[in-house]
């Protein structure tokens, strides 16, 4: 059994610029969230996709969304970026949308805008 | 809106001690209650999980309290170690249709050998 695995690991971008990060889920698991973690904070929910529909969303503007795969693993992009999204992008899976059970984290991604 | 509290924010203790981290939360209406671990710039590692019907839950030598009615949750450490030495987060999933959960700020550990 595989864990939540996300790539890439670390990601250097620039102010107005586009980026993409992917999570694949832990097998069997259909729901994924993502978090972002500022330093020195817990994570903020960012939205959560279940079963390709994204089923329900925190407090992030638009430019933030994105996709979740028949595989069920999932990206998350973000355009325009601005020097506050530098953070660690987490994403989680479980087997519940209800987050009634353990939900599972992948290593992060670390994104630093410049 | 669910807030959810730690303290303290930093806490050193010598290898070897009993220790007990503090998470609170403002709203009783929670499905469950989480504890992780984080090591420096790494993912989330889940310890325990208990759910909104359950008082405690054990795992080696941690166990977890939840006390609903009162908004507290306690992760309680038997014999530290220094590999115990990381960031301690609770979250809460509140209730509602999607497993969001809500972070505090986290317990950052240290243990000395």
């Known amino acids: 059994e595989t864990g939540v695995t996300q790539s890439p690991t670390h990601l250097i971008k620039t102010r107005g610029q586009q980026v993409t990060l992917r999570c694949s889920s832990q097998s069997g698991h259909n729901t994924v969230s993502w978090y972002q973690q500022a330093l020195g904070q817990g994570p903020q929910f960012i939205f959560q996709y279940y079963r390709e529909e994204e089923n329900g969303r925190g407090n992030f503007p638009p430019r933030f969304s994105g996709l979740q795969f028949p595989n069920y693993s999932s990206e998350l992009n973000v355009n325009a970026l601005v020097l506050d999204d530098s953070a660690l992008y987490l994403c989680?899976?479980?087997?519940?949308?209800?987050?009634?059970?353990?939900?599972?984290f992948g290593p992060g991604t670390r994104l630093t805008v410049l | 809106k669910q807030e959810v509290t730690q303290i303290p924010a930093a806490l050193s203790v010598p290898e070897g001690e009993n220790l007990v981290l503090n998470c609170s939360f403002t709203d009783s209406a929670i499905y469950n209650l989480q504890w992780f671990r984080q090591d420096p710039g790494k993912g989330l590692t889940s310890l325990l999980l208990?759910?909104?019907?359950?008082r405690e839950q054990t795992s080696g030598r941690l166990n977890a309290s939840l006390d609903k009615s009162s908004g507290r949750s306690t992760l309680y450490i038997a014999a530290s170690q220094p590999g115990d030495s990381a960031t301690y987060l609770c979250?809460?999933?509140?209730?509602?249709?999607?497993?969001?959960?809500?972070f505090g700020q986290g317990t950052t550990l240290q243990v000395k050998p």
């Open positions: 979250a809460v999933v509140p209730g509602g249709n999607t497993g969001k959960l809500i």
């Open positions: 989680a899976s479980s087997l519940a949308a209800q987050g009634t059970d353990t939900q599972y």
């Open positions: 208990i759910q909104s019907s359950q």
